[in-house]
């Protein structure tokens, strides 16, 4: 479907003009999920249902739910936007609906008018904050249907980047309450989740308030596999209260402050395309090299992560062993340590 009038058309005709949840006359032709969040507008007709014009605000506001108003209009299939996943529950605006009900602050939380819209309910929101997506670079050779590239390479012209080693992990935060997650906040028990939450207990009380700790958690082995790692978990980013990534000098300062080993630097300098992948091919051990990641070595806010962080994965990655590592895990995939950490 492609036109915001093709949209409004069909979804009055599915639901006969008149609003799913009262009855009254169809005013609008809501999008379930914003279509900001989408890279083709969200223009589905499982994304869309009639409402009348109040219903339509609180649908907005979100006191109305996205998954209650999939039901009431009989709507099976959930349509999401990219790297979104079908596990987790999701606000209108692409926050991330807890088991418990409180929500994490998603990619479009801090925008202005999300934050007018959302000012009922902005109460129900944990200090938990959902790690960004990473785009690629447009030379990465694994860029998998759900992923996206970063077109505009200038944001990293004149910039002073690190580049560290993408290490094939998963993704967690650890937040100075002592609560952690995954990049899947719903993800299954798994014994890597008991494996650092069990290190957690190690140093959490030291991150400051309000601050978190983001990193690779490396214990359960992927598709890559490591004989000598650091330490099972890796830092890559620290972030304040304001929700700012940390500079990385300062980051390798709390990393000492906490006791906790940081993802290997592969290069750092002006951004320069050939000299990173130069760089990233020279280091790179054939077996154990996922690809690199690139980030801004000063600070930036959380909104300004896409512009700030890219990634170039090699090609002969396998992401779809990546996507079941869970279901394939046995005990003895655990990768190994120098010193035990
Ligand atoms: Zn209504």
Redesign the pocket.
């Given at each position: 479907m492609k036109s915001r009038d093709i949209f409004r058309e069909s979804i009055f005709k599915r639901d006969n003009h008149k609003?799913?949840?009262?009855?009254?006359p169809a005013q609008d032709a809501h999008h379930i999920i914003e279509r900001r969040l989408f890279d083709d507008g969200g223009y589905h007709l499982e994304n869309g249902v009639s409402?009348?014009?109040?219903?339509?605000i609180e649908a907005e506001k979100t006191t109305l739910d996205a998954q209650e108003l999939r039901d009431i209009a009989g709507i099976k299939k959930i349509v999401l936007p990219k790297g979104y996943h079908r596990d987790t529950r999701y606000d209108k605006w692409g926050n991330i609906i807890l088991p418990n009900g409180q929500r994490m602050k998603g990619e479009l939380f801090y925008d202005e008018s999300v934050q007018k819209i959302l000012s009922e309910v902005l109460c129900l929101f944990a200090d938990y904050v959902k790690y960004p997506r990473t785009k690629h670079f447009p030379w990465s050779e694994s860029v998998g249907r759900d992923d996206d590239v970063l077109s505009d390479l200038s944001v990293f012209d004149g910039k002073r980047v690190v580049v560290t080693e993408k290490m094939d992990g998963e993704n967690a935060t650890v937040y100075s309450d002592g609560y952690f997650h995954a990049r899947s906040v719903n993800g299954n028990e798994h014994p890597s989740q008991s494996w650092i939450k069990n290190f957690i207990q190690k140093f959490y009380f030291d991150i400051p308030e309000g601050w978190r700790v983001c990193g690779e958690n490396l214990y359960a082995r992927h598709s890559v596999k490591y004989d000598a790692l650091e330490s099972y978990f890796q830092v890559f980013s620290v972030w304040n209260e304001q929700n700012e990534c940390l500079e990385w000098s300062e980051m390798l300062e709390y990393c000492d402050l906490l006791g906790l080993t940081h993802v290997p630097v592969l290069w750092q300098g002006v951004f320069d395309r050939d000299e990173i992948h130069k760089a990233f091919l020279n280091s790179r051990n054939t077996d154990t090299s996922e690809g690199y990641v690139v980030r801004s070595e000063g600070g930036f806010h959380y909104t300004e992560f896409q512009t700030s962080v890219a990634k170039y994965v090699r090609a002969d990655h396998i992401t779809e062993a990546r996507h079941n590592w869970r279901m394939r895990w046995h005990p003895s995939d655990v990768n190994k340590i120098k010193t035990l950490k």
């Open positions: 609003c799913v949840v009262c009855g009254e409402l009348c014009g109040p219903h339509h």
